[in-house]
């Protein structure tokens, strides 16, 4: 029996050794002054996606019928942003809401006078230059809440890679720049970590961004302006 529990332990420590060595081949040393940069690096795009709420709010003397008109309401919604090529992946509905209306009077009680009914969507617009002609053809057939956009990139990968070369770049500089300092050199990098990043949104602006004549009307204009997307990376640098 000693036996036995003593090749289980010859076992034992023959697994573990390989797992301990590994640890050991994984973790680096450095023999110069290590250098800890943290650096950012950005990119900017012309937003190619708006998001925009667009629904109805309708009133009547009853729930019921609060909610009827909004339906019928809605439907014409949504057949005008199925004719203008909205896809159903891109429609979105974010708010129903059923709520009681009260006319208040000095030391009376309330009294009920109504319901109001909301329903909302948020649509995804693809072709900003046409999201004003939409939205106003949604007006005319019975949207009264509109709020947004959103302006947002769509596949912003190629945008946060260029904003990781550049920090890369950043990064590299100014390691130079400190080992020049120092009377020293850069001798490699030793570690590089992604820690933050994102989009940095332009400010929010109100829904009618501007109105121009065409012809003998105005419209709806959004102006997509510019996206900053930014990536910071942590970087270890040896210095000798």
Do not use: C
């Not at 891109?90 to 319901?115: C, F, H, K, M, V």
């Not at 956009?149 to 400190?178: C, F, H, M, S, W």
């Not at 829904?207 to 510019?226: C, F, H, L, N, S």
């Amino acid at each position: 029996m000693k036996h036995v529990w003593l090749a289980a332990l010859i076992g034992a420590a023959s697994i573990a050794a390989p797992a301990t060595a590994q640890q050991t081949a994984i973790a680096q040393t450095i023999s110069g002054t290590r250098l800890d940069i943290s650096a950012t690096g950005e990119a900017t795009r012309v937003p190619d996606v708006a998001i925009i709420s667009a629904g109805v709010v309708t009133k009547a003397a009853t729930a019921r019928a609060a909610l009827s008109q909004n339906a019928t309401q809605m439907e014409r919604v949504r057949a005008a942003l199925k004719r203008a090529g909205i896809e159903d992946r891109d429609i979105q509905t974010s708010t129903i809401n059923l709520n009681p209306e009260y006319r208040y009077a000095e030391n009376q009680a309330p009294t009920l006078t109504g319901y109001s009914a909301t329903n909302q969507l948020n649509v995804r617009f693809r072709d900003i230059a046409k999201s004003g002609d939409i939205l106003d053809a949604l007006v005319a057939q019975g949207a009264n809440s509109i709020s947004g956009p959103n302006l947002t990139i769509d596949k912003p990968d190629e945008a946060t890679d260029e904003a990781r070369t550049k920090a890369l770049g950043v990064g590299r500089a100014r390691a130079e720049q400190y080992a020049r300092a120092l009377g020293m050199r850069v001798v490699r990098l030793v570690s590089v970590s992604e820690s933050g990043g994102g989009y940095a949104p332009p400010p929010p602006m109100p829904m009618a961004v501007m109105a121009q004549a065409r012809g003998e009307r105005d419209y709806t204009k959004i102006d997509p302006g510019e996206q900053k997307l930014s990536v910071t990376l942590g970087m270890v640098f040896e210095l000798q």
